[in-house]
Protein backbone atom coordinates (compact mmCIF):
# COMPACT_ATOMS: atom_id res chain seq x y z
CA UNK A 1 0.00 0.00 0.00
CA UNK A 2 0.98 3.42 -0.37
CA UNK A 3 3.31 5.06 2.41
CA UNK A 4 4.80 8.03 2.93
CA UNK A 5 7.64 7.79 6.02
CA UNK A 6 8.53 10.82 7.60
CA UNK A 7 11.59 11.35 9.95
CA UNK A 8 14.43 13.57 10.92
CA UNK A 9 12.22 15.69 13.05
CA UNK A 10 13.14 17.05 16.66
CA UNK A 11 14.33 19.60 18.95
CA UNK A 12 16.78 22.37 17.87
CA UNK A 13 17.87 25.49 19.21
CA UNK A 14 17.10 28.42 16.97
CA UNK A 15 20.06 29.31 14.32
CA UNK A 16 20.34 25.24 14.51
CA UNK A 17 19.81 22.96 11.27
CA UNK A 18 17.55 19.83 10.57
CA UNK A 19 17.15 17.53 7.99
CA UNK A 20 14.21 15.93 7.47
CA UNK A 21 13.43 12.82 5.12
CA UNK A 22 10.30 11.42 3.66
CA UNK A 23 10.53 7.69 2.48
CA UNK A 24 7.92 6.72 -0.02
CA UNK A 25 7.10 3.33 -0.80
CA UNK A 26 3.96 1.74 -2.77
CA UNK A 27 3.93 4.23 -5.89
CA UNK A 28 5.86 5.53 -8.48
CA UNK A 29 7.51 8.12 -7.42
CA UNK A 30 9.59 9.57 -9.75
CA UNK A 31 5.91 10.16 -11.36
CA UNK A 32 5.09 12.71 -8.55
CA UNK A 33 5.68 15.63 -7.44
CA UNK A 34 6.76 15.93 -4.06
CA UNK A 35 5.91 18.88 -1.41
CA UNK A 36 6.51 19.60 1.86
CA UNK A 37 4.26 20.93 4.23
CA UNK A 38 3.80 22.30 7.85
CA UNK A 39 1.18 23.25 10.73
CA UNK A 40 1.61 24.88 13.79
CA UNK A 41 -1.12 24.77 16.63
CA UNK A 42 -3.53 27.30 15.92
CA UNK A 43 -2.79 27.47 12.20
CA UNK A 44 -3.61 26.40 9.22
CA UNK A 45 -1.51 23.93 6.66
CA UNK A 46 1.05 25.65 4.64
CA UNK A 47 2.90 24.83 1.87
CA UNK A 48 6.78 25.25 2.54
CA UNK A 49 8.60 23.45 -0.69
CA UNK A 50 7.82 21.93 -3.81
CA UNK A 51 10.08 19.96 -6.29
CA UNK A 52 9.07 18.53 -9.81
CA UNK A 53 8.73 14.73 -10.50
CA UNK A 54 12.31 15.03 -12.30
CA UNK A 55 13.76 17.65 -9.82
CA UNK A 56 15.17 21.13 -11.09
CA UNK A 57 13.08 24.08 -10.34
CA UNK A 58 11.94 24.19 -6.88
CA UNK A 59 9.32 26.45 -5.14
CA UNK A 60 9.67 27.65 -1.27
CA UNK A 61 7.47 29.94 0.90
CA UNK A 62 8.65 33.66 1.17
CA UNK A 63 9.70 32.35 4.69
CA UNK A 64 11.57 30.15 4.29
CA UNK A 65 13.39 31.18 0.92
CA UNK A 66 17.54 30.81 1.33
CA UNK A 67 16.96 28.72 4.63
CA UNK A 68 15.50 25.36 3.19
CA UNK A 69 16.08 23.45 0.86
CA UNK A 70 14.14 20.68 -0.86
CA UNK A 71 15.65 17.69 -2.86
CA UNK A 72 14.69 14.25 -3.53
CA UNK A 73 16.62 11.17 -4.97
CA UNK A 74 14.27 9.02 -7.29
CA UNK A 75 17.04 5.83 -6.65
CA UNK A 76 15.87 6.21 -2.93
CA UNK A 77 12.26 7.04 -3.47
CA UNK A 78 13.43 9.64 -1.10
CA UNK A 79 12.57 13.38 -1.16
CA UNK A 80 14.25 15.66 1.47
CA UNK A 81 14.00 19.39 3.34
CA UNK A 82 17.48 20.72 4.15
CA UNK A 83 16.48 23.30 7.09
CA UNK A 84 18.95 26.05 8.36
CA UNK A 85 19.19 28.99 10.50
CA UNK A 86 15.83 27.52 12.29
CA UNK A 87 13.54 30.32 14.07
CA UNK A 88 10.98 29.58 16.62
CA UNK A 89 8.30 30.46 13.93
CA UNK A 90 9.32 27.34 12.28
CA UNK A 91 7.83 25.07 14.62
CA UNK A 92 5.19 22.92 13.56
CA UNK A 93 4.48 19.39 12.31
CA UNK A 94 6.32 18.46 9.52
CA UNK A 95 4.22 16.64 5.93
CA UNK A 96 5.63 15.02 3.08
CA UNK A 97 2.94 15.41 0.03
CA UNK A 98 3.04 13.28 -2.91
CA UNK A 99 0.92 14.60 -5.78
CA UNK A 100 -0.28 13.80 -9.05
CA UNK A 101 -2.76 14.50 -11.61
CA UNK A 102 -3.28 12.04 -14.69
CA UNK A 103 -6.14 11.41 -16.87
CA UNK A 104 -8.43 13.68 -14.96
CA UNK A 105 -7.90 12.03 -11.80
CA UNK A 106 -5.52 13.51 -9.16
CA UNK A 107 -3.55 11.00 -6.80
CA UNK A 108 -2.94 12.79 -3.92
CA UNK A 109 -0.83 10.74 -0.71
CA UNK A 110 0.52 12.28 2.56
CA UNK A 111 3.10 10.94 5.49
CA UNK A 112 1.68 11.23 9.11
CA UNK A 113 3.96 14.01 9.92
CA UNK A 114 7.20 14.82 11.82
CA UNK A 115 7.17 17.61 14.73
CA UNK A 116 10.07 20.24 14.67
CA UNK A 117 10.23 22.53 17.46
CA UNK A 118 12.89 25.11 17.49
CA UNK A 119 13.38 26.31 21.62
CA UNK A 120 15.71 27.26 23.29
Known amino acids: QVQLVESGGGLVQPGGSLRLSCAAS????????MMWYRQAPGKERELVAH????????NYADSVKGRFTISRDNAKNTVYLQMNSLKPEDTAVYYC?????????????WGQGTPVTVSS
Open 97 to 109: NAYMFLAGKAYDY
Open 51 to 58: IPKAGGST
Open 26 to 33: GFIFSSYA
